[in-house]
């Protein structure tokens, strides 16, 4: 399925949609589960299909956004986007407790079953052709404090890059790394700068949910899946330095293999979408900057490089891992 990105509204307003088209995330979603599983146990060649409910619940945003009609499916589908990072935050919750009975993949099937029965039963809003979002000083800010977590992740992801040559170069890299954005000045201006990201990005997703412009849609959508993505990925390093005093370092990632240990699997599409909606988000605000000053076709061609080093980037720093998770012995 491929998905036209151009600066003209998208053909669909005053159009509309069926309830298979506003079902069609909460579906997919709903076997996201039984895609993870099958990476495990059946073959590694099964993990593109984990792409599908991210995939497909992009094409209904971009279907349905553009009428301004049905703003509870709309918002469903872009938890369908970030429906790994979402799985991912259920299952750490949830899978490794013992003080009730209901775990990650039950949790995650009432989940659905209840958005996908509110978004069946909502009654379409009064057609509108307004889509009119807020230029706020909350979005200067989100952009100002964005530079700063841009930088720290130019570090994280070459640090990343570094294990396509091996845990030894990973280690020896992210020691030097650490002596910069570890310091007692720049880690907690880090950590507040990606806490107002998060809380500042969701009150933007929530006034701009509705956009009759493409990359408005796309930088939604890879927004939704940061503002998940980041929750589980910082609980996850707070807990192991701060809970069980583990260094999270080379041997902490790869400690599990990523294509053959029935939990770990989840990370694959994880991480790669968390580069992925990364590069894209940032590469939509870049986009938008250079318009504001007139320089259209820097904008496009800004647009396409940051997009497409993304994936290139979440492609060799998934390798890596994964390389790296087959032949690492656990030590955790």
């Known amino acids: 399925m491929k998905l036209a990105v151009t600066d003209s509204p998208a053909p669909f307003v005053g159009t509309e949609t069926s309830l298979i088209v506003r079902l069609l995330p909460g579906l997919t979603c709903l076997i996201y589960p039984v895609l993870v599983w099958s990476i495990s146990a059946w073959s590694p060649y099964m993990l593109p299909l984990t792409m599908i409910p991210p995939i497909v619940s992009m094409a209904c945003i971009f279907r349905m956004s553009p009428q301004n009609r049905y703003p509870r499916a709309v918002a469903v589908a872009h938890l369908g986007v970030a429906a790994p990072a979402l799985y991912n935050l259920i299952g750490a919750v949830l899978d490794f407790q013992e003080g009730i009975p209901f775990h990650g993949n039950a949790a995650w099937i009432v989940l659905w079953i209840g958005l996908l029965t509110l978004v069946a039963f909502e009654k379409p809003a009064p057609a509108s052709s307004g889509h009119v979002h807020s230029q706020s000083r909350l979005k200067t800010a989100h952009g100002i404090a964005a530079a700063v977590v841009v930088l720290f992740a130019l570090f994280h992801l070459t ?33 507040t700068a990606v806490v107002f990201q998060v809380l500042s990005g969701f009150v933007l997703l929530r006034r701009r949910l509705m956009t009759a412009d493409r990359f408005e ?69 870049l986009r938008y900057v250079l318009r504001q000053h007139g320089r259209d076709t820097a904008a496009t061609a800004a647009f396409w490089t940051f997009s497409v080093a993304s ?13 790296g998770s087959m032949h690492q012995p656990p030590a955790i």
Request: hydrophobic share 55%.
């Open 159 to 191: 640090n990343h890059l570094a294990g396509l040559a091996g845990g030894e170069a990973h280690l020896a890299l992210m020691k030097a790394f650490r002596t910069v954005y570890r310091s007692a000045i720049i880690e907690p201006l880090l950590g």
């Open 217 to 285: 849609m796309l930088q939604g959508a890879a927004g939704a899946y940061l503002l998940v993505f980041f929750v589980p990925h910082l609980r996850a390093v707070l807990r192991a330095r701060y809970v069980r005093h583990i260094d999270t370092n080379w041997i902490w990632l790869t400690s599990s293999n990523l294509l053959t240990d029935e939990w770990s699997a989840r990370l694959v599409p994880y991480y790669f979408l968390g580069i992925l909606a990364l590069g894209v988000h940032g590469a939509c605000g």
């Open 311 to 323: 994936v290139v980037v979440a492609l060799a720093i998934m390798t890596g891992l994964i390389a």
